[in-house]
C-alpha cells in the first residue's frame, strides 16, 4: 500500500479548473512532486517543491500544500493534459522516496 | 543535454537474474543521486531504490532488499540494476531516473531514461 493516497480517476470540463490531491502524513514534513504521464512515455516533472515549476510547465498548473495533502491544481484545462499524475514525497522516516497511486485525468 | 538512456528489452524466465543498465551524460555526476523506479502494466510508479555516485552507498525500499543491486561505474557514467529471483510479478517498465544531492530534493525526478521492459515469462 502507497503512504501517499491519490483519488484514482477525476474529470474535468475542456477549460475548468480541477485540483488533484495527494495526502500523507510524510507531507507535513516533506515537500511534494508532481509528474504528468502520458501512455506509453517516461514520467514528466510538472511541480516541484511543493509549488515550484520547472522550465517548460504550463503556467496553467500550479501547487500547494495544508497540512498532509498537496495539491495540484490545473487553471483551464486542456486535451493535451489528459493523463495520468503522480506525486512522490520521500517517506516518513526521511530515507525513503514513496509515490502515490496516481490518479487519471480525463478531460471532457 | 541531460541524457539518461537505458539498456533493451530483455525477457526472462522465472528464478533468472536481470541486469539494466543507465548510461548518462551531460551533467555533473556526482551532483545528483540515480534513482530506479519501476512501473507494472497498468499500475503505478514504485520506487526501488537509489545510489550516491560519489561514494556508490545505497538506498533500498524494504521490498527490494536484499533481491536488488543497485552499483555504478563513475568511469563509465552507467548505472545498473540488477533483480534476482524474478517472478511474473517482476514484469514491468523499469525507469533510472536523477535528482539532485540536496536532502529537500531528495524526490525531485527532473529527468528520467527512457524506461527499459522486462518481460519475465516461461
Known amino acids: 500500500s502507497s503512504e501517499l493516497t491519490q483519488d484514482p480517476a477525476v474529470s474535468v470540463a475542456l477549460g475548468q479548473t480541477v485540483r488533484l490531491t495527494c495526502q500523507g502524513d510524510s507531507l507535513r514534513n516533506y515537500y511534494a512532486t508532481w509528474y504528468q504521464q502520458k501512455p506509453g512515455q517516461a514520467p514528466r516533472l510538472v511541480i516541484y517543491?511543493?509549488?515550484n515549476r520547472p522550465s517548460g510547465t504550463p503556467d496553467r498548473f500550479s501547487g500547494s500544500s495544508s497540512g498532509n495533502t498537496a495539491s495540484l491544481t490545473l487553471t483551464g484545462a486542456q486535451a493535451e493534459d489528459e493523463a495520468d499524475y503522480y506525486c512522490?514525497?520521500?517517506?516518513?522516516?526521511?530515507?525513503?522516496?514513496?509515490f502515490g497511486g496516481g490518479t487519471k485525468l480525463t478531460v471532457l | 543535454q541531460v541524457q539518461l538512456v537505458q539498456s533493451g528489452a530483455e525477457v526472462k524466465k522465472p528464478g533468472a537474474s536481470v541486469n539494466v543498465s543507465c548510461k548518462t551524460s551531460?551533467?555533473?555526476?556526482?551532483?545528483?543521486?540515480i534513482h530506479w523506479v519501476r512501473q507494472a502494466p497498468g499500475l503505478g510508479l514504485e520506487w526501488m531504490g537509489m545510489?550516491?555516485?560519489?561514494?556508490?552507498?545505497?538506498t533500498y525500499a524494504q521490498k527490494f532488499q536484499g533481491r536488488v543491486t543497485l552499483t555504478r561505474d563513475t568511469s563509465t557514467r552507467i548505472f545498473y540494476m540488477e533483480m534476482s529471483s524474478l517472478t511474473s510479478e517482476d514484469t514491468a517498465v523499469y525507469y533510472c531516473?536523477?535528482?539532485?544531492?540536496?536532502?529537500?530534493?531528495?524526490?525531485?525526478?527532473?529527468?528520467w531514461g527512457q524506461g527499459t521492459l522486462v518481460t519475465v515469462s516461461s
Open positions: 517543491n511543493t509549488a
Open positions: 551531460g551533467y555533473t555526476l556526482s551532483s545528483y543521486y
Open positions: 531516473t536523477r535528482s539532485p544531492r540536496l536532502d529537500a530534493a531528495m524526490s525531485t525526478f527532473d529527468y
Open positions: 512522490n514525497s520521500r517517506d516518513i522516516s526521511g530515507n525513503h522516496v514513496v
Open positions: 545510489v550516491n555516485p560519489s561514494v556508490g552507498t545505497t
